[in-house]
């Protein structure tokens, strides 16, 4: 069972007057990720400080990622949750992983998400067409990394039945490549991922590249949601640059969510930018010009009143 990290603290008066009216006594839950990633280092920073800030009760929870917190949070389980662009495109349209459109909305665009394709330093595996036949983590059940790798994987015409792939999660991913149990995994998160640069300090690793005339191929089939990237030379001890493909992430909340906690949410969330960012560094990259871009999923009208607000 995923544990959460419950973090409760007692509200100062000067905290509860400034919060909205739409909260309520209830204990919110921001729907994260796995332990060795950055939803979950994330989460718990922005939980810590909603809780310190408004006098609320906010837990981070573990979860399968990206698939697993649009359910949680159209459901109502979660307040929020992280989500990549184009699970929350599925998601909204009701395709893909989803039966039927949720009613899910943006709350902002945080930073964007790197296709990660690990395989130890030694591996014979030098393109994904060297997967066939080989067993390869995919991704956790209802996560956004498995969409995003049986897309890649179409992309690059490698018959993903040949694949077999045991649905790990990242941080059984990185325990099986370390004992060579898999012959590598895929992973979608913000750079550096710190369960990938503790891996790498023990277990010298390589990533696989991603042709970049496939992102096209990826973006005219599905949601148009990617854009060619590269990680940079030095990242998880790499002496080379290595081609991917980005993703943004959105923190999402349900259509139901008051606009009150909505509007208290980003403004606790730009305020403590700085702070999140010592332990989360991709937490520097969050821009007010730039979250308002969640397109195709709306944003929520409480942060449509924030971003306004915002301009005045």
Avoid: K
Wanted: aromatic fraction near 8%.
């Amino acid at each position: 069972m995923a544990t959460a990290l419950v973090l409760v603290l007692t509200a100062v008066t000067s905290a509860c007057s400034t919060r909205s009216a739409d909260w309520n006594d209830s204990a919110y839950e921001i729907a994260g990720g796995g332990s060795n990633g950055v939803y979950d280092a994330y989460g718990t920073e922005l939980a810590h400080e909603l809780s310190e800030s408004l006098g609320v009760r906010v837990a981070a929870e573990e979860t399968a990622g990206s698939v697993d917190n649009l359910l949680r949070v159209s459901s109502g389980e979660a307040l929020l949750g992280f989500a990549q662009g184009d699970a929350a495109a599925d998601a909204v349209a009701g395709v893909g992983a989803f039966d039927e459109a949720l009613p899910v909305t943006a709350v902002a665009r945080l930073y964007d998400e790197y296709l990660h394709v690990v395989v130890r330093a030694d591996s014979e595996i030098d393109t994904l067409a060297d997967f066939a036949g080989r067993t390869v983590s995919l991704g956790a059940e209802n996560s956004g990394v498995n969409v995003i790798a049986a897309r890649a994987l179409d992309a690059a015409e490698v018959d993903i039945t040949t694949i077999t792939d045991p649905q790990l999660d990242l941080g059984e991913s990185i325990d099986a490549l370390e004992r060579s149990d898999i012959d590598g995994f895929f992973w979608v998160g913000g750079i550096p991922t710190p369960g990938i640069a503790e891996l790498a300090t023990t277990t010298p690793v390589r990533l696989v590249p991603i042709e970049q005339t496939w992102v096209a191929t990826i973006n005219a089939r599905y949601s148009d949601a990617y854009r060619p990237s590269d990680f940079p030379v030095g990242l998880y001890g790499l002496d080379e640059s290595t081609t991917t493909m980005a993703v943004p992430n959105y923190l999402v909340t349900s259509a139901a969510t008051p606009d009150g906690v909505v509007r208290d949410v980003l403004t606790r969330l730009f305020e403590a930018r700085t702070a999140i960012a010592r332990q989360v560094p991709v937490a520097s990259l969050l821009d007010r010009r730039q979250a308002i871009f969640t397109g195709p999923v709306d944003l929520h009208p409480g942060a449509i009143e924030y971003y306004r607000d915002q301009r005045d």
